[in-house]
C-alpha cells in the first residue's frame, strides 16, 4: 500500500531552488519558512516574558547601539536604524554577487506588545551585537499569591 508513497519523483534540489525563488517573487512580503517573519527581515528577534516583563532580545550583529533607534507607544515597540553594505565596511571593491542575504540600508522592525506592560520603565542594553529590551509588566499585572485561609 505504502510501497508507491516512497518511490515518489522528489525534485532536485535546484528545481526546488528556482520554485522557491518564483514563489518568493510572486509573494515577497509571505513567510516562506517556518520562521514567523519573511525571509530577510532584519533584525532577528526573540520575544518572551517573565513573572516581572517582557523581554525582547534583538540581534543586531556588526551595529554599534548608537546606529539603532528605539521606541515604543501605544503598546507598539519600533526598532529602527541604518546598516553599511558588507563591501563598503570592509573596504572591498564591487562585485557581482550571484546570491546576497545581508542587505545595506534603512531598516525597521514593528512588534505589537502585550498589554499590561509599563512603557514608561521600559530598559534597553546592548553587548556584542544582542540589545536586550526589558519592559517591565504593571503591577497588577504580575501574578500574585493568594493565601488560602482554613474555614
Do not use: C
Not at 528556482?18 to 509573494?27: A, G, I, K, N, S
Not at 557581482?96 to 505589537?112: C, D, K, N, Q, V
Amino acid at each position: 500500500m505504502f510501497g508507491d508513497f516512497w518511490r515518489t519523483n522528489v525534485p532536485k534540489s535546484s528545481d526546488f531552488d528556482w520554485f522557491q525563488q518564483v514563489l518568493d517573487e510572486m509573494f515577497p512580503s509571505a513567510a516562506s519558512d517556518i520562521r514567523s517573519v519573511p525571509r530577510g527581515a532584519f533584525p532577528m528577534i526573540n520575544m518572551g516574558r517573565t513573572d516581572d516583563a517582557i523581554l525582547v532580545y534583538v540581534f543586531a550583529p556588526g551595529l554599534k547601539a548608537e546606529q539603532l533607534e528605539l521606541s515604543v507607544q501605544d503598546n507598539v515597540l519600533t526598532l529602527s536604524g541604518t546598516r553599511e553594505p558588507a563591501a563598503a565596511e570592509n573596504g572591498r571593491p564591487q562585485r557581482a554577487y550571484y546570491r546576497r542575504e545581508r542587505f545595506g540600508g534603512e531598516f525597521s522592525r514593528t512588534i505589537a506588545l502585550p498589554d499590561g506592560v509599563d512603557t514608561e520603565r521600559a530598559e534597553a542594553r546592548a553587548a556584542h551585537g544582542v540589545v536586550e529590551i526589558r519592559l517591565p509588566k504593571r503591577e497588577e499585572m504580575k501574578p500574585r499569591r493568594v493565601e488560602i485561609k482554613a474555614a
